[in-house]
């Protein structure tokens, strides 16, 4: 009878936590993109609400954003490149905000290409996130995503970005990820255009 209970007790804490973590994908991750404000900015969380592993950026990983200019111009364009490498990784997903030290919204994303997409999340914050297509890594050790970053109009002081990453082990739970998480600055240009 003892064994019994502890059976129906694992049992029913097993069911507890297949509820507890939100329905994600293949390969562990939300293939349609992750939900908006899990950037680690802001008091926001990152991909490590719903996926768990190891501490959020654990050695033998990581997660850059390549593109992030030291200081912007008003209304120019920049290419981003977030990218994260972690060997045995099988598919994964970030999610990329650029806010003034308000919180506001600064300048606009774009996706490049059908590998990311832009959504809106509350207060009008625009996240740049993977799609289906972009959370495959095809057998490499690392994924990477564009996006474009229009810098506001005017130079209305610094902009801080923030980007999350999960690099998933493909086993279809959200045990066993890996999450990284970083924060860019960038200045306003006082150079004319």
């Not at 959504?119 to 799609?131: I, K, M, S």
């Amino acid at each position: 009878m003892k064994n019994g209970s502890v059976t129906i007790v694992a049992g029913a804490l097993g069911a507890v936590l297949v509820l507890a973590v939100p329905s994600a994908g293949r390969g562990g991750v939300y293939p349609n993109g992750p939900p908006p404000a899990h950037t680690g900015g802001f008091g926001e969380p990152t991909c490590a609400q719903c996926h768990f592993g190891a501490p959020v950026n654990a050695p033998g990983g990581r997660l850059t954003v390549a593109g992030v200019p030291e200081a912007y111009r008003p209304g120019e364009r920049y290419r981003l490149t977030v990218r994260v490498v972690k060997p045995e990784l099988a598919a994964g997903g970030f999610q990329l905000a650029a806010r003034f030290a308000d919180g506001a919204q600064a300048g606009s994303l774009r996706a490049v290409d059908g590998r990311a997409q832009v959504v809106a999340g509350g207060g009008g914050v625009q996240y740049a996130g993977h799609t289906e297509e972009g959370a495959a890594s095809g057998g490499e050790a690392r994924l990477a995503w564009e996006v474009e970053w229009t810098a506001p109009g005017t130079a209305a002081g610094p902009v801080r970005f923030h980007a999350s990453a999960n690099a998933a082990n493909g086993d279809g739970s959200a045990l066993g990820d890996f999450v990284y998480a970083l924060e860019h600055a960038s200045r306003a240009s006082a150079a004319p255009r």
